[in-house]
C-alpha cells in the first residue's frame, strides 16, 4: 500500500477542517457537514495522531458490542476501524461538492486510515483494530465500505491512487468467497460462520462502482452475481426488504436493518443504469417503497408539520439506506423518499444537536444520549453532504 501524505499542521485534532475548505456559496448541506467534521476532531481527536476515540465522552471501560468474538472487544485507546471509516465516506461525499475537500482526506483522515492496513496477512486489508496493537479481525463489510469510498474520490479526482487502493481491497473481498450456500461473500476471515447482506449488497454496489471505474466487464459479472445470490438468499419475498444473514447451516437471521436493503436499492439502480434491464429498477423501486415503510415513521413536529422521520437507531445504518434513495432519485427523479430524508436531517439539526455540535440517535431530540459514538457523527455529516444538493421542494 502507498503511504499517503503526512498530516497538515503536525495533526488536525482539534482543528476545524472546514478552514482548510475554501470555496464560497456553499451549499447548507456541505456546511453543515463539515460543521459536524469540525465537531468529531474537536471532541474526538487524540492529540499527536490522526486516530479518533470512539466515544464522547471517553469511556476507559468501553467494550465494542458489534465484532466477532468477544475476545477482541477489549476497552481501547483508539476507536475501531468501522467507526473511523465513517469519516472517510462523510468527507468523500462532501468531496463530491467542495474538490478542495482532499487536503483533508489525504492530510487527516487517510494516515489515519493507514493505522490499520494490515500487511501480516494477504491478501492485504484492514483489520478491525490498528495494526501496531495485537492482531485482530478482518471483516469483509469494513473493507468493501473502505472500497466503495475510494472508488467514490477516485470518481471526484481522477487520481487514480485511490482506485488503485480500491482494486487492493477487491482482492481480499474475493478471498471472502466460496461456494458454500452457491456463493456469497463471508462477514468476517476469521469466523466464517455466515454470509451476510452488510458484505453481499454493499459488495455488489462496489464492483458496480469498479466496473464503471474501469470498464473491466469481470466486476461487472461478478457484481450481477453477487446480486442474484443476496436476491435469492436473503430477500423477504413478502416485503422486498432483506434479512440479516444466512448461516452456513442454512438458518436466516431475520432482522433487518436498514442498510442492508438501502445497499440493494442502490445496486438495483446502479445496475438499471450500466445494463438497462427494468426488473433492476422495479426491484429498487419496491424495496425503496418498503424501506420507507420500515424504517420511517410519521411524526408532527413542534412546528405543527407532519412528514416520515427515519427511526430512533443506528444512524449509519440510516446513512446507508440514504445512499440507496440518492442513487434511485438522480437515475428517476422520484422524490418521495428525498423529501421525507432532507425533513428529517433539518429537523434533527435543529432539535436533536447539542451544545458540542453532536447528534442524538433520535432525530426528534426527544430521547438522549449521555455518550455519544463516533460513527453516529460521521452518519449525519455523510447525510449531510449526500443531499446538499437534492432539494426537491
Same mark, same amino acid.
Given at each position: 500500500m502507498?503511504?499517503?501524505?503526512l498530516?497538515?499542521?503536525?495533526t488536525?485534532?482539534?482543528a +476545524?477542517?472546514s478552514?482548510?475548505?475554501?470555496s464560497?456559496n456553499r451549499p447548507?448541506?456541505?456546511?453543515r457537514a463539515?460543521?459536524?467534521l469540525?465537531s468529531?476532531?474537536?471532541?474526538?481527536?487524540?492529540?499527536?495522531?490522526?486516530l479518533?476515540?470512539e466515544?464522547?465522552?471517553?469511556a476507559p471501560?468501553?467494550?465494542?458490542?458489534?465484532l466477532?468474538?468477544?475476545?477482541q +472487544?477489549?476497552?481501547?485507546?483508539?476507536s475501531?476501524l468501522?467507526p473511523?471509516s465513517?469519516?472517510?465516506? /462523510?468527507?468523500?461525499?462532501?468531496l463530491e461538492?467542495?474538490?478542495?475537500?482532499?487536503?483533508?482526506?489525504d492530510? &487527516?483522515i487517510?494516515?489515519?486510515?493507514?493505522?490499520y492496513?494490515?500487511?501480516?496477512?494477504?491478501?492485504?486489508?484492514y483489520a478491525?483494530y490498528?495494526?501496531s496493537?495485537?492482531?485482530?479481525? &478482518?471483516?469483509?463489510d469494513?473493507?468493501?465500505?473502505l472500497?466503495i469510498?475510494f472508488?467514490?474520490?477516485?470518481?471526484?479526482?481522477?487520481?487514480?491512487?485511490y482506485?488503485?487502493q480500491a482494486?487492493s481491497?477487491?482482492?481480499?473481498i474475493?478471498?471472502?468467497?466460496?461456494d458454500?450456500l452457491?456463493?456469497?461473500?463471508?462477514?468476517?476471515?476469521?469466523?466464517?460462520?455466515?454470509?451476510n447482506?452488510?458484505?453481499?449488497?454493499?459488495?455488489?454496489v462496489? /464492483?458496480?462502482k469498479?466496473?464503471?471505474a474501469t470498464?473491466?466487464?469481470g466486476?461487472l459479472?461478478?457484481a450481477? /452475481?453477487?446480486?442474484d445470490?443476496?436476491?435469492?438468499?436473503l430477500?423477504?419475498?413478502?416485503?422486498?426488504?432483506y434479512?440479516?444473514?444466512?448461516g452456513i447451516n442454512?438458518?436466516?437471521?431475520k432482522a433487518?436493518?436498514?442498510?442492508n436493503?438501502?445497499?440493494?436499492v442502490?445496486?438495483?439502480?446502479?445496475?438499471?443504469e450500466?445494463?438497462g434491464n427494468e426488473?433492476?429498477?422495479t426491484?429498487a423501486?419496491?424495496t /425503496?417503497?418498503?424501506?420507507?415503510?420500515?424504517?420511517?415513521?410519521?411524526f408532527?413536529?413542534?412546528d405543527?408539520?407532519?412528514f416520515r422521520?427515519?427511526?430512533?437507531?443506528n444512524v449509519?445504518f440510516?446513512?446507508v439506506?440514504v445512499r440507496?434513495?440518492v442513487?434511485?432519485?438522480?437515475?428517476?427523479?422520484?422524490?418521495d423518499y428525498?423529501n421525507?430524508?432532507?425533513?428529517?436531517?433539518d429537523?434533527?439539526?435543529?432539535?436533536a444537536?447539542?451544545?458540542?455540535?453532536?447528534?442524538?440517535?433520535?432525530?426528534?431530540?426527544?430521547?438522549k444520549n449521555?455518550?455519544?459514538w463516533?460513527l453516529t457523527? +460521521?452518519a449525519? +455529516?455523510?447525510?449531510f453532504? &449526500?443531499?446538499?444538493?437534492?432539494?426537491t421542494k
Amino acid at each position: 500500500m502507498k503511504t499517503y501524505l503526512l498530516p497538515m499542521m503536525a495533526t488536525l485534532t482539534g482543528a +476545524a477542517v472546514s478552514l482548510l475548505s475554501c470555496s464560497v456559496n456553499r451549499p447548507e448541506g456541505i456546511t453543515r457537514a463539515e460543521s459536524t467534521l469540525d465537531s468529531i476532531y474537536v471532541h474526538y481527536g487524540v492529540d499527536g495522531t490522526c486516530l479518533l476515540r470512539e466515544n464522547f465522552p471517553s469511556a476507559p471501560e468501553y467494550k465494542a458490542t458489534y465484532l466477532a468474538s468477544e475476545e477482541q +472487544a477489549l476497552p481501547n485507546p483508539y476507536s475501531y476501524l468501522w467507526p473511523f471509516s465513517g469519516t472517510l465516506s /462523510a468527507a468523500g461525499a462532501i468531496l463530491e461538492s467542495d474538490k478542495g475537500f482532499i487536503e483533508v482526506i489525504d492530510g &487527516r483522515i487517510l494516515p489515519g486510515l493507514y493505522e490499520y492496513h494490515d500487511t501480516s496477512r494477504q491478501p492485504y486489508a484492514y483489520a478491525s483494530y490498528i495494526s501496531s496493537a495485537p492482531v485482530s479481525d &478482518r471483516f469483509y463489510d469494513d473493507n468493501v465500505w473502505l472500497g466503495i469510498d475510494f472508488c467514490d474520490i477516485y470518481e471526484a479526482t481522477g487520481d487514480r491512487k485511490y482506485l488503485e487502493q480500491a482494486e487492493s481491497i477487491w482482492k481480499f473481498i474475493e478471498s471472502g468467497t466460496d461456494d458454500v450456500l452457491g456463493g456469497g461473500i463471508y462477514w468476517c476471515e476469521q469466523k466464517k460462520t455466515s454470509k451476510n447482506t452488510c458484505s453481499n449488497a454493499p459488495g455488489t454496489v462496489y /464492483a458496480l462502482k469498479l466496473y464503471k471505474a474501469t470498464g473491466d466487464t469481470g466486476y461487472l459479472e461478478q457484481a450481477q /452475481a453477487l446480486y442474484d445470490w443476496t436476491k435469492d438468499s436473503l430477500m423477504d419475498r413478502e416485503d422486498h426488504l432483506y434479512f440479516d444473514n444466512i448461516g452456513i447451516n442454512g438458518n436466516i437471521g431475520k432482522a433487518k436493518f436498514a442498510y442492508n436493503s438501502g445497499q440493494m436499492v442502490q445496486a438495483g439502480a446502479l445496475l438499471y443504469e450500466i445494463t438497462g434491464n427494468e426488473e433492476y429498477l422495479t426491484d429498487a423501486r419496491l424495496t /425503496a417503497d418498503s424501506c420507507l415503510g420500515y424504517f420511517f415513521h410519521e411524526f408532527t413536529g413542534d412546528d405543527g408539520k407532519t412528514f416520515r422521520l427515519i427511526n430512533k437507531g443506528n444512524v449509519w445504518f440510516s446513512a446507508v439506506m440514504v445512499r440507496g434513495f440518492v442513487e434511485l432519485f438522480r437515475l428517476t427523479g422520484d422524490t418521495d423518499y428525498i423529501n421525507d430524508i432532507i425533513s428529517s436531517l433539518d429537523y434533527a439539526w435543529n432539535h436533536a444537536r447539542d451544545e458540542h455540535g453532536l447528534f442524538e440517535e433520535d432525530f426528534s431530540g426527544k430521547a438522549k444520549n449521555k455518550r455519544k459514538w463516533l460513527l453516529t457523527q +460521521a452518519a449525519m +455529516a455523510e447525510m449531510f453532504a &449526500r443531499t446538499a444538493d437534492l432539494k426537491t421542494k
